[in-house]
Nanobody, 121 residues
């Protein structure tokens, strides 16, 4: 079994900061790319940041310069540091990862259940 659990969401004022964490646990052989998605009410889920096992990163234009994705391979954890938060950042944030399970020859894609981020004054 493999699961992803997000934490760190909550209510924050415009211009404030939050740090999201996502820890993978279970029978993990290796983790390839990890990423963060978000989905606001009435909108499609979008990829906002991704990081490879070699720590190469990509960001959506809407968050470039404000968000930073990182990972700790020893802890099987990916982070999203969110600064200068705006009202339009309000959404459910989901963790995603491509993971090869122990004794498996192929990787599967996994999703966390999501954590709510609300930016409001």
């Amino acid at each position: 079994q493999v699961q992803l659990v997000e934490s760190g969401g909550g209510l924050v004022q415009p211009g404030g900061s939050l740090r999201l964490s996502c820890a993978a646990s279970g029978s993990i052989g290796s983790i390839n790319t990890m990423g963060w998605y978000r989905q606001a009410p009435g909108k499609q889920r979008e990829l906002i940041a991704a990081i490879t096992s070699a720590r190469s990163t990509n960001y959506a234009d809407s968050v470039k310069g404000r968000f930073t994705i990182s990972r700790d391979n020893a802890k099987n954890t990916v982070y999203l540091q969110m600064n200068s938060l705006k009202l339009e950042d309000t959404a459910v944030y989901y963790c995603n990862a491509d993971i090869r399970r122990t004794y498996s020859f192929s990787s599967l894609n996994y999703w966390g259940l999501g954590t709510q981020v609300t930016v409001s004054s």
